[in-house]
């Protein structure tokens, strides 16, 4: 599976943006899918999941602001990101992991396909 992110850009706080994630192959519906951060000097850190199920976790910074969708026709993820802060500023990752169950979505180690990143930046 490769993945590309798309998306990023420069907003103002307050502002929104969608990320997407488009996948090749033909198994992207058997795969969850998650998005990632990294800001300068810091841990990766979990933003969202969306299980091959459908079910969705969310980091608590995000929850109620971030969305993540995906659409199986289109071999792709969403991330679309409402009323962005500052904080939100880093590079991020989409990744795909083929046996993700709801206790592992926050684990890095639990995706074995991980795509490039897009860099978002918000002006306070």
């Known amino acids: 599976v490769q993945l590309q992110a798309s998306g990023g850009g420069l907003v103002q706080a307050g502002g929104s943006l969608r990320l997407s994630c488009a996948a090749s192959g033909r198994t992207f519906g058997t795969y969850g899918m998650g998005w990632f951060r990294q800001a300068p000097g810091k841990e990766r850190e979990f933003v969202a999941a969306i299980r091959y199920s459908g079910g969705i976790t969310y980091a608590e910074s995000v929850k109620g602001r971030f969305t993540i969708s995906r659409d199986n026709a289109k071999n792709t993820v969403y991330l679309q990101m409402n009323s962005l802060k500052s904080e939100d500023t880093a590079v991020y990752y989409c990744?795909?992991?083929?046996?993700?169950?709801?206790?592992?979505?926050?684990?890095?180690?639990?995706?074995?396909?991980w795509g490039q990143g897009t860099q978002v930046t918000v002006s306070s």
């Open positions: 990744a795909a992991g083929r046996a993700l169950i709801q206790s592992s979505v926050r684990a890095p180690r639990s995706y074995e396909y």
